[in-house]
């Protein structure tokens, strides 16, 4: 069974900084993954998709790679702000229909 | 259309009581999909249907757990005699089903918190 983890679990860094969340998965067979931005008590908004052909996506201060053989993702904020505080969950396609998430990294960003 | 709709958005019940949540996808979209969401956690997988017919479910869905999509538009999840491992945040989203290996973005509504008594 896929398994998906991320790290860490909780950052908190002062507005500006650029920082990074990682996210790790067990089966390297996959179809895409996708990094989701989640508010408290909202659902889920999608920030990257990455094919699993490709290495890397960006928009606009957001850029996410891909390494699919070492099963591994990074989502890289750059001067972050404080509205991105927030959850940021990766999901990895590991069949046709099937989606598994990560527990997600908890952001603040203080101003 | 403005995204994927849930209703209700809370859902207070006691304990051995039937629930049900309705979820209306991005019209053109032919996939759905539920999830459950508890503290903490990520989604989990529990079922997907594309157009009216189910064509995935999770174990996690137990047998007092049912999915249905009667005109492959919106779709209903009913939780008979719940209990209070129930509890927990239910998400929806919709896609476009994709030829092979394609995009098939997701598209969550915003979610029905349940919470058993």
């Known amino acids: 069974k896929q398994e998906v983890t991320q790290i860490p679990a909780a950052l908190s860094v002062p507005e500006g900084e650029n920082l990074v969340l990682n996210c790790s998965f067990t089966?390297?067979?996959?179809?895409?993954l996708q990094w989701f931005r989640q508010d408290p008590g909202k659902g889920l908004t999608s920030l990257l998709l990455i094919q699993s052909s490709q290495r890397e996506q960006t928009s606009g201060r957001l850029n996410a790679s891909l390494d699919k053989s070492s099963g591994r993702s990074t989502l890289y904020i750059a001067a972050s702000q404080p509205g991105d505080s927030a959850t940021y969950l990766c999901?990895?396609?590991?069949?046709?229909?099937?989606?598994?998430f990560g527990s997600g990294t908890k952001l603040n960003v203080k101003p | 259309d403005t995204g994927v709709s849930q209703d209700p958005r809370h859902k207070i019940t006691k304990r051995g009581q039937n629930v049900t949540f309705r979820c209306d996808p991005i019209s053109e979209h032919n996939r759905l999909y539920w999830y459950r969401q508890t503290l903490g956690q990520g989604p989990e997988f529990l079922t997907y249907?594309?157009?009216?017919?189910?064509?995935?479910k999770s174990r996690l869905l137990s047998d007092r757990f049912s999915a249905e999509r009667p005109k492959g538009s919106f779709s209903t999840l009913e939780i008979q005699r719940t209990e209070q491992g129930d509890s927990a945040m239910y998400l929806c989203?919709?896609?476009?089903?994709?030829?092979?290996?394609?995009?098939?973005?997701?598209?969550f509504g915003a979610g029905t918190r349940l919470s058993v008594l």
């Open positions: 999901a990895v396609r590991a069949n046709f229909n099937k989606f598994y």
């Open positions: 249907f594309q157009n009216e017919a189910q064509l995935e």
């Open positions: 089966d390297s067979a996959i179809y895409n």
């Open positions: 989203a919709s896609s476009l089903a994709d030829t092979g290996r394609g995009k098939n973005i997701q598209y």
